[in-house]
């Protein structure tokens, strides 16, 4: 059986609601809000990862940090945010 990340991550949403974790704001549903983004070895496996970015940097405050660790290379710069690339 193949898993997309977008199942992945709807079962483990669905796992943590069961015990009582709840994330009601993510980088999909909400804009200007959060101070990071941190991608850690994530952003080669999604199916969209230039989708997945946008998203981030619309749900960042102003100011704030987008973090990748992929070393995948397509994390660049975006005009809310000053982005780092983190190396382990």
């Keep these: 059986?193949?898993?997309t990340a977008s199942r992945l991550m709807s079962m483990q949403l669905k796992k943590q609601k069961n015990v009582g974790i709840r994330f009601d704001r993510?980088?999909?549903?909400?804009?200007?809000f959060f101070s990071a983004v941190i991608?850690?070895?994530t952003l080669q496996h999604l199916d969209?990862?230039?989708?997945?970015?946008k998203s981030a940097v619309?749900?960042?405050k102003r100011g704030a940090h987008i973090f990748d660790d992929s070393k995948c290379g397509i994390v660049s710069l975006s005009s809310k945010t000053e982005i780092a690339h983190v190396i382990p």
């Excluded at 993510?26 to 200007?32: A, E, G, Q, R």
Aim: net charge negative; with cysteine; glycine share 4%.
């Design 48 to 53: 969209e990862p230039f989708a997945t970015i």
């Design 1 to 3: 059986m193949i898993i």
């Design 58 to 60: 619309k749900s960042l």
């Design 26 to 32: 993510n980088i999909y549903n909400t804009d200007d």
């Design 39 to 41: 991608f850690c070895g």
